[in-house]
């Protein structure tokens, strides 16, 4: 018997949250062998490569507006370049699921930040309570730590390549908002995506300690794995997926994944990788996980506000 709608678009929301909730995994046990700059540029250039053959396929057009380049290009080496390298770096250095937890945590505090210093959006005093609870969060993680004198320096280190390289990619998902205007999403994130890859892997080759070696493609099966698990589920599945719900379902329904998936980084973590969560580990994540509740869920009251405010926006005749 054939699912109904709301069945399929059920499950393709689970499978979402599982695969964003374990590519965390894989990126750790991918990078532990392979430089991060060739690892993911090489994942960023195929799957780019892959959408943008898929459109042309389908008879969507490819070709970019010429006065788009610039922002286009921008937008590319903050999202891939700047963000992969810097945040697979820092994941070297923290669990699988603390990484997952920051960036969900993250995500939706600086989405509206960003957005407010580019007037798309208000900052409200909803999201300086967001900000307020994940600060508490970051504290409980590491202030207990830091008082006896147990801090781990490359864990910092590790947690703030981690929430760097997710600022860079919102205030980069932020900047790309007015290119959907004139783009389809999903042309957008193939273009970002191939122009993204193709300029971390010649920067990689040259630069990145152990990339030449990495270019010769002998990983272990481990390393090829995780690199095939995160372009075919994680890059090219999953974002479709994210899309289509996008349509379907809307911001608000759509964004609950980012309580979900951190929850699944955490047990795989713990069940496949052996990572050790404490009770104050577990404490600050509750804390950063009640911020992105707070940043994503809006009061019936400031929806009715909203809504009132657009039926009173003059309307062109």
């Known amino acids: 018997m054939a699912l109904s709608t709301a069945a399929t678009q059920r499950g393709l929301f689970l499978f979402l949250c599982l695969v964003w909730g374990t590519n965390w995994l894989a990126m750790k ?105 994940g600060v508490a ?74 990339a030449l070696r990495a270019a010769r493609l002998d990983w272990s099966w481990v390393a090829w794995l995780s690199w095939w698990y995160l372009l075919l589920p994680a890059s090219l599945g999953a974002t479709i997926i994210y899309f289509r719900l996008m349509r379907d379902w809307g911001a608000g329904r759509v964004g609950t994944y980012a309580f979900i998936s951190p929850v699944v980084a955490v047990l795989v973590g713990i069940l496949v990788a052996g990572e050790q969560v404490g009770l104050v580990d577990a404490a600050g994540m509750a804390l950063m996980l009640g911020a992105a509740f707070l940043a994503l869920h809006k009061p019936a009251s400031e929806k009715a506000a909203e809504a009132q405010a657009k039926a009173n926006e003059p309307k062109n005749t």
């Open 29 to 133: 046990a991918g990078t532990a062998e392979v430089p991060p700059g060739i690892y993911s540029g090489l994942r960023w250039t195929v799957a780019g490569a892959v959408l943008l053959i898929f459109l042309a396929l389908r008879g969507d057009p490819v070709r970019v507006p010429p006065r788009l380049w610039g922002r286009i290009i921008w937008v590319s080496i903050m999202m891939i370049p700047l963000n992969a390298v810097i945040m697979l770096y820092g994941l070297r250095h923290v669990s699988s699921g603390l990484a997952a937890v920051l960036n969900s945590a993250l995500t939706p505090i600086a989405m509206v930040g960003f957005a407010a210093i580019l007037g798309q959006e208000r900052f409200s005093r909803r999201h300086l309570g967001a900000l307020a609870v």
């Open 137 to 210: 969060g970051v504290l409980v993680l590491f202030g207990p730590k830091a008082a006896v004198g147990a801090l781990d320096t490359l864990e910092v280190l590790g947690a703030l390549g981690v929430m760097i390289g997710n600022l860079l990619y919102c205030w980069s998902s932020v900047s790309a908002r007015p290119l959907m205007r004139s783009l389809p999403p999903v042309h957008l994130v193939a273009i970002t995506n191939f122009i993204g890859g193709v300029v971390l892997l010649v920067f990689a080759l040259p630069f990145e300690p152990g």
